[in-house]
């Protein structure tokens, strides 16, 4: 008999840990490989994990609540096997070395900084590896960063939480230039929130509060210019609603217009594909593959962005089974990890909901989303040889927001009017495949 410890495993790019919701299997059941040991939530998805092993769950070693660092063990379970020859300390250095080559930080356990912070885990107060490396690079002293409050999981420090104290951190040498002795800073005053007894408080659930930091963030790190477009989908309109029920018969599939505009969007990216990008400090990064996200509103309110990954190698009939899927998968919670990693360019089709237009927020770190608003009826100008006429077109307006660190207005105003191209010169008589 052996006993192996069960290591966290990766979760999807850039996640470094996640929450335990809850244990699938009981102290003392027998688990075999690859069946599901325990449920987590990341900041992208809540997801079932497996086992790498078979055998008797003989302990936790994260408790339900609490955070699962991933490479670092989660459970012991006893098997008749031998034990895994890769110690723990080798999974941890590889967690590391991982996280350097993501941020460039240093995190050499070796350094001043380092070394207080690690010691600061031993007073009953965990760091996770990304808010150590912040701590190492800002020179945060353990005693420093245990004064920090904590709005994760039983105080826990989070990445926020300390990028909100270094925002408001000062230097005391700096503020003895700048104020005289006898200057008196006064904290502004906040007029307190009052409520009456017929307001309903509702805490934030985990998803709700994800959305809100990365929102936060997207609007703080980038930003944003928009740019807008009208465009006529008389003939894609006439040309669906034609189609649809030959469609639905012959394919097993109602086609909306999603896949129509994902569509138009991944032939405008080849034409311009520094729209298609990422932001890594000061460092471009120009995407070959083009996956779409594509936003969901889920039944419960919230928002989840899954992706279409190589959106380009899918004919008008694979584009419609492959959001009619993610979508349905979304809406019953039924996504995997890789489901939400790798976008490189967004959609939100926010005509579903009635609006003709918005202005959506960029997904970090890629550098520009699109939203397509409702289609409706508006008298127009249509040119002919015989001059102009006025007749009624099926209108919708398209927003396009981006990163203007990286994306001028002539980028992102000429690839929204390619968009819009596409749509207009939509071909009545095509072929689905």
């Not at 992208?44 to 790498?52: G, N």
């Not at 660092?69 to 031998?82: A, F, L, Q, S």
């Not at 930080?105 to 070394?115: H, K």
């Not at 409702?374 to 990163?403: C, N, W």
Request: aromatic residues 6%.
């Amino acid at each position: 008999m052996a006993q192996i410890e069960i290591i966290m495993p990766k979760m999807g790019e850039s996640i470094m840990e996640a929450t335990v919701l809850s244990w699938l299997k009981k102290v003392g059941e027998r688990i075999e490989a690859d069946e599901y040991l325990l449920e987590v939530a990341t900041d992208k998805i809540d997801t079932e994990v497996p086992s790498s092993h078979a055998g008797i769950v003989k302990q936790y070693l994260v408790q339900e609540g609490d955070i699962a660092v991933i490479g670092k063990p989660i459970c012991i379970i006893e098997t008749d096997g031998e034990a895994s020859s890769e110690p723990v300390s080798e999974t941890i250095e590889k967690e590391i070395q991982e996280i350097q080559s993501l941020t460039g930080i240093n995190l050499d356990p070796t350094n001043q900084a380092s070394t207080e912070v690690i010691s600061a885990d031993t007073a009953n107060r965990f760091y996770s590896p990304l808010v150590m490396s912040i701590a190492n690079e800002e020179g945060i002293s353990a005693q420093e960063l245990s004064q920090i409050a904590g709005t994760g999981s039983e105080g826990r420090v989070t990445k926020h939480d300390i990028l909100a104290y270094l925002k408001n951190r000062q230097n005391p040498a700096s503020i003895a230039l700048k104020v005289a002795p006898t200057a008196v800073v006064e904290t502004p005053k906040v007029a307190p929130i009052t409520f009456s007894g017929q307001d309903e408080i509702v805490q934030m659930d985990r998803m709700r509060r994800m959305i809100a930091d990365r929102m936060v963030d997207s609007k703080r790190i980038a930003p944003h210019v928009t740019s807008f477009v009208e465009t006529d989908m008389t003939t894609v309109s006439l040309w669906r609603e034609g189609i649809k029920n030959n469609f639905k018969k012959e394919y097993g599939e109602n086609i909306t217009y999603t896949p129509l505009l994902i569509e138009a969007v991944v032939k405008a990216i080849k034409d311009f594909p520094k729209i298609n990008a990422s932001v890594d400090g000061d460092k471009i990064i120009y995407r070959k593959n083009i996956n779409i996200g594509m936003a969901v509103a889920l039944p419960n309110g919230n928002l989840i962005v899954p992706v279409i990954h190589n959106a380009d190698s899918y004919n008008l009939i694979g584009l419609t089974k492959k959001v009619n899927d993610i979508t349905q998968r979304a809406r019953e919670n039924k996504l995997r990890p890789e489901d939400l990693e790798g976008g490189t360019y967004t959609i939100s089709n926010i005509g579903t909901f009635g609006n003709i237009m918005g202005t959506p927020i960029i997904m970090q770190p890629q550098v520009a989303i699109i939203a397509f608003g409702a289609i409706q009826k508006k008298p127009a100008v249509i040119e002919t040889p015989q001059g102009d006429l006025i007749g009624i077109r099926q209108k919708m307006f398209i927003s396009h927001s981006y990163d203007h660190r990286v994306v001028d207005g002539s980028l992102g105003g000429q690839f929204v009017k390619r968009v819009s191209d596409y749509l207009e010169g939509f071909d009545p008589k095509r072929n689905l495949i």
